[in-house]
T-cell receptor, first 111, second 110 residues
Framework: DAGITQSPRHKVTETGTPVTLRCHQTENHRYMYWYRQDPGHGLRLIHYSYGVKDTDKGEVSDGYSVSRSKTEDFLLTLESATSSQTSVYFC??????????FGQGTRLTVV | EDQVTQSPEALRLQEGESSSLNCSYTVSGLRGLFWYRQDPGKGPEFLFTLYSAGEEKEKERLKATLTKKESFLHITAPKPEYSATYLCAVQGSGDYKLSFGAGTTVTVRA
């Protein structure tokens, strides 16, 4: 167990509402990542962080923001949820060139 | 931009029937190629890392190999518990992220 906890595990929300997903790690890793997984697309990077208050965009960052005020917590916010953001979201930690460890995922449904 | 293509999309095997999964990639300077196993409703679970062409790694009935353009995951005499989606990912040199393929879903029937 890599010590990564995502919350909530499941969420249903309405279009237009803000949603925040949380990733908590106990490994003291510098790098943390948010991916989304959709059928036929594999895992795609939304945002990542390379330290406290240091974040950058991934390939599918539109409509998402992140924050990292502590090493152990990385938050993903959907500013105004849309149906296209219905997906499974995974948090991951990994150092460069090393294997990634993933959380159990958050299944988000936007209705 | 890094690209990863996995084939086939789905593979149905009889118990004991060996087969191979393919991962073709393009990357600017390979830092590492990774194989993961993912069960339904769970996060990907790490299997192997390969760093250079010619490298091979083995774990139980799984063996991963690497060339300059592709990687293979060989499954030898699989059992039903090897049913899962297998994901391939690459990380390029100077890159912070992993680029994933869409995965191969393997079903092993008893």
């Amino acid at each position: 167990d890599a010590g990564i906890t995502q919350s909530p595990r499941h969420k249903v929300t309405e279009t237009g509402t803000p949603v925040t997903l949380r990733c908590h790690q106990t490994e003291n890793h510098r790098y943390m990542y948010w991916y989304r997984q959709d059928p036929g697309h594999g895992l795609r990077l939304i945002h990542y962080s390379y330290g406290v208050k240091d974040t950058d965009k991934g390939e599918v960052s539109d409509g998402y923001s992140v924050s990292r005020s502590k090493t152990e917590d990385f938050l993903l916010t959907l500013e105004s949820a849309t149906s296209s953001q219905t997906s499974v979201y995974f948090c991951a930690i990994h150092e460069q060139g090393a294997e990634a460890f993933f959380g159990q995922g958050t299944r988000l449904t936007v209705v | 931009e890094d690209q990863v293509t996995q084939s086939p999309e789905a593979l149905r095997l009889q118990e004991g029937e060996s087969s191979s999964l393919n991962c073709s990639y393009t990357v600017s300077g390979l830092r590492g190629l990774f194989w993961y196993r993912q069960d339904p409703g769970k996060g990907p679970e790490f299997l192997f890392t390969l760093y250079s062409a010619g490298e091979e790694k083995e774990k139980e009935r799984l063996k991963a190999t690497l060339t300059k353009k592709e990687s293979f995951l060989h499954i030898t005499a699989p059992k039903p518990e090897y049913s899962a989606t297998y994901l391939c990912a690459v990380q390029g040199s100077g890159d912070y992220k992993l680029s994933f393929g869409a995965g191969t879903t393997v079903t092993v029937r008893a």
